[in-house]
């Protein structure tokens, strides 16, 4: 069914199509209208056989899904930016554990200073924990992502985070094929779980393992990440057979073929994109761009094959490794160690900045001319750093970064009271 809907409700609907048993919320902006709608649809009845907990922090409430999950209840949960610091314990014994819970990250940045907009750095806190992480380019990819993820997750027993945009896409309407619940029941089977507590079989779960296992419980927990490479694109495929769409998978390429550049990124940012290089490759530039969709597992030989015969690529990441560079661009590069392929890293939209497509073109045409500097911090203020440098260098007390740089770009509302 066509709706003109917002992305957050569009997730919700997909999410009570799946027939959760137990949904665990605690709220946090962006992704707070997607449990806020669950809700309200467990109460009216509009999910059947469905618990709704409101918890009383974000650790709690994906430690009620560890022990949902763990009791064989299909289990879902959502999260962001702080949030996803403050259950970061049980992030990691979700995987460790090898519940197949899915959780949606509206992805946000993470402070101080505090900032509510859109980046990466929530789910990039979390791409070593063991979750399969998978982005989404558009609301509609959100809506058949969810459904892929739960039955990636209990196929495989390992929990997956949907990864969309925050307030780009969670808080955005745009029209949206809402599946019926006959096509998602014909998709994804009901949940049989591959370890459940049970009080006439007891065992322990997530038990104590010292030196003498503790390799092998983690290699098995990378070799269940390279199954889902296997598994993601047979899934995507048996998807688009009964909803007749492309969507999830690996990677998408867009006029990769040929290309000498090839801009790669991940989630919304790519339908900018498009339209810059539309208009470059109108002026006769071979370029081209390629979305990776599944972060993790990292689909290192699927890369290597699309980008193979690329003279340069520019990573463009909305996130950044303090002290190292970009984190995509980092993965990337130990992807392409064997080939002669140049990779630029370039690193923007942090915090919510806005990526223009006049930017963009600019940015593209100096790494087509292999000029940007290592990394390159799109659309950066270098006058307000040198400022603050040498603020910092004149006197010992020079205050807060925070609040210095606001100063200098003329937010007066956090002027400080002298």
């Known amino acids: 069914m066509l709706k003109q809907v917002e992305g957050s409700h569009a997730v919700a609907e997909a999410v009570a199509l799946c027939r959760p048993e137990v949904i665990s919320a605690y709220p ?19 999910i059947e056989n469905c618990e709704f907990l409101l918890v009383e922090s974000e650790f709690g409430a994906l430690s009620a899904c560890i022990g949902s999950s763990a009791a064989g209840a299909r289990s879902y949960t959502a999260t962001s930016s702080q949030g996803m610091l403050f259950m970061m314990e049980a992030v990691y014994n979700a995987s ?4 197949p819970i899915v959780m949606t990250v509206g992805n946000r940045a993470i402070g101080a200073p505090i900032n509510i907009w859109n980046d990466w750095g929530d789910a990039m806190s979390a791409r070593d924990a063991g979750w399969i992480q998978l982005f989404v380019e558009s609301n509609q990819q959100a809506v058949d992502v969810h459904i892929q993820a739960f039955k990636l ?36 089977p009901a949940f049989e779980p591959r370890q459940v507590l049970d009080p006439a079989v007891p065992v322990s779960m997530g038990a104590m393992v010292g030196p003498e296992a503790f390799t092998e419980v983690r290699y098995l927990a990378h070799h269940k990440q390279m199954e889902a490479l296997e598994l993601i694109p047979e899934q995507a495929a048996a998807f688009q057979q009964i909803f007749g769409r492309d969507s999830g998978g690996l990677t998408k390429s867009f006029e990769c073929e040929g290309a000498e550049t090839v ?5 919304s940012v790519i339908g ?52 190292m560079g ?22 923007g939209g942090l915090g919510g900045r806005p990526i223009t497509r006049a930017n963009l073109r600019r940015m593209f045409e100096k790494g087509i001319r292999d000029e940007m500097e290592e990394p390159h911090f799109h659309d950066i203020q270098m006058d307000i ?34």
């Not at 460790?96 to 519940?99: F, I, N, P, Q, V």
């Open 385 to 418: 750093v040198e400022r603050e440098l040498e603020r910092e260098r004149a006197q010992r007390r020079s205050g807060s970064i925070a609040e210095n740089i606001l100063q200098d770009v003329g937010v007066v509302a956090a002027a400080k009271t002298i």
């Open 153 to 188: 997750a209990e196929q495989l027993s390992l929990p997956v985070m949907v990864c969309m945009d925050g307030f780009i896409l969670t808080h955005s309407y745009s029209r949206v094929d809402i599946p019926e619940q006959e096509q998602v029941d014909a998709f994804l």
């Open 96 to 99: 460790g554990m090898g519940l």
């Open 28 to 46: 946090i902006t962006p992704q707070t209208h997607i449990v806020e709608d669950l809700g309200t649809m467990v109460k009216a009845g509009g």
């Open 272 to 323: 900018t994109m498009k339209e810059v290089l539309a208009g470059m490759r109108a002026d006769g530039i071979s370029i081209g761009a390629l979305a990776v969709r599944s972060f993790r597992p990292f689909p290192k030989d699927t890369l290597r094959a699309c980008l193979q015969n690329a003279k340069r690529v520019i990573v463009f990441e909305k996130c950044l490794a303090v002290g």
């Open 326 to 347: 970009g984190i995509l661009a980092m993965n990337l590069r130990m992807a392409l160690k064997d080939f002669p392929i140049r990779v630029h890293s370039a690193i």
């Open 263 to 267: 801009v790669v990124t991940m989630g």
